[in-house]
């Protein structure tokens, strides 16, 4: 297993750099080059030469992107437009809330999805797989942020069951500790914090796990179903073992290989979708903080959330890699 790591960590390299070198070139090409699009579009020439000497824009191009990876490889993202503060600050600052959500939303998805696709299949063509079937196209046609508004209209705004906004109630003073204020509330025992901010999650969570939770419920459906046409799992049965038996060891084992694929890839596409849902909510995570970025052209903010992803994608092929060899011994053997 360690072997495995070392090696896909040593393979993320020329990945890493590939993004390096595109990030790189997208700057370069900016209307009007890098300083202009700081300083925005009323800036002097005189402003924009003194901007690329202090940047080392008047350098050859290897030169700037030896400096370029230099400032990534010590974290030094630039300096975010809105705040005037670095921007490794403010994504760290953000970063937990985000996380927090996507974790919270992805954990419905998998939860409600496996088990809903799972009987979707063992029961094919009754009123549950016509359902799932159905309430899962309906999931995939439905865009993000015109869900998220309908959620807060009727659960916060009109039933009053949720919060409308925000990550906890103001006024609460509650400690924070790591900045995930649903672990926070638990490490330090303020548990009506915890629940406060677990609420606040429920609606944001709703709406940005529709998708992922649609996409699982289909994909774990089809898999199951193939699955169950297999020999081994006619001989399972004939055998007389018992259905938990087959359930667990022959069925989903099997069928689950797809479904973890799909996970990994579809947590890291939650960001695009956080952005929109943070946006309604309020939420205050990266998401929202992206959106007010693409209206300024904040492009050092620009750099660091795309930076961000790239680094979310890739730990997360590195964890169904290794889920992979948890789940399918012959994955091993390979």
């Not at 490794?88 to 998998?110: C, D, K, N, S, Y």
């Not at 915890?194 to 649609?214: E, G, K, N």
């Not at 992803?309 to 590195?318: E, G, K």
Request: include cysteine.
């Amino acid at each position: 297993m360690l072997r495995l790591v070392v090696r896909r960590l040593l393979q993320l390299i020329p990945t890493l750099l590939g993004l390096s070198v595109l990030l790189f070139l997208w700057l370069n090409k900016l209307p009007g080059g890098p300083a202009a699009a700081l300083l925005g579009e009323r800036a002097t020439e005189a402003d924009k030469a003194r901007i690329e000497r202090a940047l080392g824009l008047d350098q050859p191009v290897w030169v700037q992107y030896g400096r370029f990876l230099k400032r990534l490889g010590e974290l030094d993202l630039g300096t975010s437009t809105q705040t005037g503060q670095p921007v490794w600050e403010e994504f760290a600052r953000r970063f937990p809330a985000t996380v927090e959500l996507g974790i919270f939303a992805m954990l419905i998805a998998v939860a409600v999805g496996i088990p809903l696709g799972y009987f979707a299949a063992k029961r094919r063509g009754s009123w549950l797989d016509v359902s799932a079937v159905s309430g899962s196209l309906l999931g995939i046609c439905i865009p993000v942020f015109f869900l998220a508004f309908i959620l807060r209209a009727v659960f916060a705004v009109n039933l009053g069951w949720f919060p409308s906004y925000g990550r906890q109630s103001t006024g609460l003073n509650a400690t924070e500790v790591t900045g995930f204020y649903v672990l926070d509330g638990i490490l330090t025992g303020e548990f009506d914090a915890a629940w406060d901010a677990l609420t606040h999650l429920v609606l944001p969570a709703l709406a940005l796990a529709s998708i992922p939770l649609a996409i699982i419920v289909r994909m774990t459906r089809a898999s199951v179903l193939e699955v169950l046409g297999e020999d081994y799992v006619r001989t399972a049965e004939s055998k007389g073992l018992q259905q938990h038996v087959i359930r667990g060891r022959h069925v989903l084992r099997n069928a689950l290989l797809p479904v973890v694929t799909a996970v990994g890839l579809l947590t890291g596409s939650l960001l695009s979708g956080a952005v929109l849902t943070e946006s309604v909510f309020a939420f205050g995570g990266i998401g929202s903080f992206l959106r007010t970025a693409i209206d300024g052209r904040d492009y050092p903010v620009l750099v660091g959330f795309i930076l961000f992803i790239a680094l979310t994608y890739v730990i997360l092929n590195l964890l169904v890699d290794l889920a992979y060899n948890l789940i399918d011994p012959r994955v091993r053997v390979h």
